[in-house]
Nanobody
Framework: QLQLVESGGGLVQPGGSLRLSCAASGFTLTYYVIGWFRQAPGKEREGISCINRNSGSTNYADSVKNRFTISRDNAKNTVYLQMNSLKPEDTGVYYC????????????????WGQGTQVTVSS
């Protein structure tokens, strides 16, 4: 019943920006935790940001803090990840995931996720 669809990925130059979207269906997003994860080739999946249910409080990995911003639009039932000052090491497949409870940076804590969207940062 919980479905997420990521979009907004693409190719961008270092220093550029992208905004990823995570559209939810089958549930009201504000009542659930949404996390963003990314996976680069040959690397472990990394939790990069999370927004808590109801309160909307947010968490960020040190690697993206002050560059990325997570937000939600309750009317559109969508969570966004605004990515600024992008670096080549930000390259990877980005996933959003949903769970009940509170924010976690562990993939295994989440119940469902989207198909992912590719982000490539290259000059």
């Amino acid at each position: 019943q919980l479905q997420l669809v990521e979009s907004g990925g693409g190719l961008v130059q270092p220093g550029g920006s992208l905004r990823l979207s995570c559209a939810a269906s089958g549930f009201t997003l504000t009542y659930y935790v949404i996390g963003w994860f990314r996976q680069a080739p040959g690397k472990e999946r990394e939790g990069i940001s999370c927004i808590n249910r109801n309160s909307g409080s947010t968490n960020y990995a040190d690697s993206v803090k002050n560059r990325f911003t997570i937000s939600r639009d309750n009317a559109k039932n969508t969570v966004y990840l605004q990515m600024n000052s992008l670096k080549p090491e930000d390259t990877g497949v980005y996933y959003c995931a949903v769970r009940w409870g509170s924010c976690s940076n562990r993939w295994s804590a989440f119940d469902s996720w989207g198909q992912g969207t590719q982000v490539t940062v290259s000059s």
